[in-house]
């Protein structure tokens, strides 16, 4: 199925270290992080995104740090 769906165009997105992105992703947790670097990324997915050539099919649904101030 899988196959299917690839050679359809459908792609998967959203992985561990990506900029988080409104228009791609929905946040529903947000965690505290000591690292600069990790604010604002996705820290943990909870759910795989999918879009079909530039259409978001679903977003994936993640986790991303907040640098505490």
Do not use: C, W
């Amino acid at each position: 199925m899988k196959t299917v769906l690839e050679s359809e165009g459908v792609t998967q997105f959203g992985k561990i270290g990506d900029t988080f992105d409104p228009l791609l992703h929905e946040t529903m947790q947000s965690v505290l992080v000591e690292d600069e670097k990790e604010d604002g990324k996705i820290v943990k997915v909870l759910q795989n995104g999918y879009k079909m050539h530039e259409s978001i099919l679903r977003p994936a649904r993640v986790q991303i740090g907040s640098k505490k101030t």
